[in-house]
């Protein structure tokens, strides 16, 4: 029998074309949000080289200390915005994000210590805080989960009532206070060093065991990250969305609580820190693997924007550019986070 090759006759399996390979966009995108995680840490590397070389002091354990102390408040309202754009989803428009966090901090201060100047008892005035703030976090929660309002929308709404009721109650005025609890946060330390620089490494303890180690914080990043699939596998995504707004609102009561203790009274302004809370939250995707948001990248943007605030001052440079810097630091992440999903896509 006869076996005709369908080969022609002067071709061999080496003159055959070769498929070329094919670049898949999961690898670019890795390939990419490797390179923006290694340029964040070089700018983090840079920015600290150059205030160590021109900003004298700055590396001193006394000035690095004092650092972790002011960025004490930011942390804690980093970590909340953390936890609210995990169970919502890292898009800028339609994700998750929590706008009244300052105004929170300013709401829940003003009862704070309007509390402690009517005569309450400190744990009482404690109480009411941290119910004000779980208030605040419950509306977010109807209006997003309950009501389906985009959460930049609903959240940007509570925001300016809180902020209206802060101004109703303390009449825009600075009320000064005096209790063990705001002299325990402003003045107690161990091993030298401040309960309000404590009070961040606890709350990054408790953040990392909640989100990255017990059962809801990895149901919480399947829900923010997948929420059609969370679905399908029975995962109440509503409950979880809902409990990060939650969240969100203690950690706004419980940072004024610090806010109020470290200024001994509940000033007006406090709104001033929405700016640094964005930037920190959006920035610390980027010091993360995956550019999936963690605590130890909110960490270490709370930590750089703490040291490029205090490294502004002492090279005498104005406070102003602060926020310029910051809105920059946005316009690049956000940018470059995009590029990466496109990417991936």
């Given at each position: 029998?006869?076996?005709?090759?369908?080969?022609s006759?002067?071709?061999?399996?080496?003159s055959?074309?070769?498929?070329?390979?094919?670049?898949?966009?999961?690898?670019?995108?890795?390939?990419t949000?490797?390179?923006?995680?290694?340029?964040?840490?070089?700018?983090?590397?840079?920015?600290?080289?150059?205030?160590?070389?021109?900003?004298?002091?700055?590396?001193?354990?006394?000035?690095?200390?004092?650092?972790?102390?002011?960025?004490?408040?930011?942390?804690?309202?980093?970590?909340?915005?953390?936890?609210?754009?995990?169970?919502g989803?890292?898009?800028?428009?339609?994700?998750?994000?929590?706008?009244?966090?300052?105004?929170?901090?300013?709401?829940?201060?003003?009862?704070?210590?309007?509390?402690?100047?009517?005569?309450?008892?400190?744990?009482?005035?404690?109480?009411?805080?941290?119910?004000?703030?779980?208030?605040?976090?419950?509306?977010?929660?109807?209006?997003?989960?309950?009501?389906?309002?985009?959460?930049?929308?609903?959240?940007?709404?509570?925001?300016?009532?809180?902020?209206?009721?802060?101004?109703?109650?303390?009449?825009?005025?600075?009320?000064?206070?005096?209790?063990?609890?705001?002299?325990?946060?402003?003045?107690?330390?161990?091993?030298?060093?401040?309960?309000?620089?404590?009070s961040?490494?606890?709350?990054?303890?408790?953040?990392?065991?909640?989100?990255?180690?017990?059962?809801?914080?990895?149901?919480?990043?399947?829900?923010?990250?997948?929420?059609?699939?969370?679905?399908?596998?029975?995962?109440?995504?509503?409950?979880?969305?809902?409990?990060?707004?939650?969240?969100?609102?203690?950690?706004?009561?419980?940072?004024a609580?610090?806010?109020?203790?470290?200024?001994?009274?509940s000033?007006?302004?406090?709104?001033?820190?929405?700016?640094?809370?964005?930037?920190t939250?959006?920035?610390?995707?980027?010091?993360?693997?995956?550019?999936?948001?963690?605590?130890?990248?909110?960490?270490?943007?709370?930590?750089?924007?703490?040291?490029?605030?205090?490294?502004?001052?002492?090279?005498?440079?104005?406070?102003?550019?602060?926020?310029?810097?910051?809105?920059?630091?946005?316009?690049?992440?956000?940018?470059?986070?995009s590029?990466?999903?496109?990417?991936?896509?």
């Open positions: 029998m006869t076996v005709v090759s369908t080969r006759a002067g071709a061999s399996p080496a055959e074309p070769l498929e070329e390979p094919v670049e898949r966009p999961a690898a670019r995108a890795g390939g949000a490797l390179l923006i995680r290694v340029a964040a840490y070089l700018a983090f590397a840079v920015v600290m080289l150059y205030f160590a070389l021109f900003a004298r002091g700055f590396l001193n354990p006394t000035n690095v200390i004092n650092v972790v102390e002011q960025s004490a408040v930011l942390g804690l309202l980093a970590y909340g915005m953390t936890v609210v754009v995990i169970g989803g890292s898009n800028v428009v339609s994700g998750g994000i929590d706008l009244s966090l300052a105004a929170n901090v300013g709401l829940s201060g003003a009862v704070f210590a309007v509390a402690l100047k009517a005569g309450y008892p400190a744990t009482d005035a404690v109480l009411l805080t941290f119910l004000t703030g779980l208030a605040i976090g419950a509306v977010n929660a109807l209006a997003v989960v309950g009501l389906g309002i985009l959460p930049l929308l609903a959240t940007l709404a509570v925001m300016n009532v809180c902020a209206g009721a802060e101004l109703v109650l303390t009449e825009n005025v600075v009320i000064t206070v005096d209790s063990p609890v705001t002299s325990f946060f402003s003045s107690a330390s161990f091993l030298g060093v401040s309960a309000l620089a404590w961040l490494v606890v709350a990054t303890l408790l953040f990392a065991v909640l989100l990255q180690l017990s059962r809801w914080g990895l149901r919480l990043h399947a829900v923010g990250a997948y929420p059609d699939a969370a679905r399908a596998a029975g995962l109440p995504v509503a409950r979880y969305v809902v409990s990060s707004y939650l969240i969100s609102g203690i950690c706004g009561s419980a940072a609580i610090l806010y109020v203790s470290r200024l001994s009274s000033t007006p302004g406090a709104g001033d820190m929405l700016l640094s809370i964005i930037v939250a959006l920035m610390g995707v980027v010091f993360s693997r995956r550019l999936v948001p963690s605590v130890g990248g909110t960490l270490l943007s709370v930590l750089f924007i703490g040291f490029l605030i205090n490294g502004f001052q002492l090279v005498n440079v104005s406070s102003y550019w602060v926020n310029g810097v910051q809105g920059v630091l946005i316009l690049l992440v956000v940018s470059m986070t590029l990466t999903r496109r990417e991936a896509h």
